[in-house]
Structure formats: structure tokens, C-alpha cells
């Protein structure tokens, strides 16, 4: 299944940027991952199809918000408000498929300066 995320950038601490990624066919859970220069791949958010459960890493909770777009269940959108140069990262989307394992999106680059 081919991912095609979108946003990210560059922004000033305590900004706030929107990442979205749209799946081509239906998926299950879907969310983001993040790697720093230097630093292993990290959680971020994820949210199931059907019922919207959400989790998040404890880093982001209370400012990152992830949600199914309206209109189409196979997108998803990251808010990400109150941005820290912690944040600043390559973001990854990704979709579970079930049996047939993850499908990643490609990277994007969020930049927070302080």
C-alpha cells in the first residue's frame, strides 16, 4: 500500500505544524514514527480505523493531537502544536495491514528553532 505524507517544515518553538498521510487503500491502525540525528526511531501517535483509540508517547501527549480525516478513513492528520526543538525530527507515517504487514510513507522534515 503506497503512503503519501505531507507538511512538515520548519518552525519556531511554540509553533504549530500539520502533518497529514493518505493511505491508497484501506488499512488498519495507522500513525507516525520520528528519528532524530543520531537517535533510534521513536514513537510518536497512532489511531485505530474503526473505533479512533489513540495513543501517544508521553513526550507529546497533551500537544500532539491525531485524527482520521472525515471524509476519507484511509487519511490521518497529525496537529502538532506548542512545538520544542526536541520535536525537530524526520516524521514517518505508517499503516498496518494486518497479515500483510506495515507500509511506510516517506520521511518528512520538521525543524523546530528555538
Known amino acids: 500500500v503506497q503512503l503519501q505524507a505531507s507538511g512538515g517544515g520548519t518552525v519556531q518553538a511554540g509553533g504549530s505544524l500539520r502533518l497529514s498521510c493518505a493511505a491508497f487503500?484501506?488499512?488498519?491502525?495507522m500513525g507516525w514514527y520520528r528519528q532524530a540525528p543520531g537517535k533510534q526511531r521513536e514513537f510518536v501517535a497512532s489511531?485505530?480505523?474503526?473505533?479512533?483509540?489513540?495513543?501517544y508517547d508521553i513526550s507529546v501527549k497533551g500537544r500532539f493531537t491525531i485524527a482520521r480525516d472525515s471524509a476519507n478513513k484511509n487519511t490521518v492528520h497529525l496537529q502538532m502544536n506548542n512545538l520544542k526543538p526536541v520535536d525537530t525530527a524526520v516524521y514517518s507515517c505508517?499503516?498496518?495491514?494486518?497479515?500483510?504487514?506495515?507500509?511506510w510513507g516517506q520521511g518528512t522534515q520538521v525543524t523546530v528553532s528555538s
Open positions: 505508517y499503516a498496518n495491514r494486518g497479515a500483510l504487514g506495515t507500509s
Open positions: 487503500r484501506s488499512v488498519g491502525t
Open positions: 489511531i485505530t480505523r474503526d473505533d479512533d483509540i489513540t495513543n
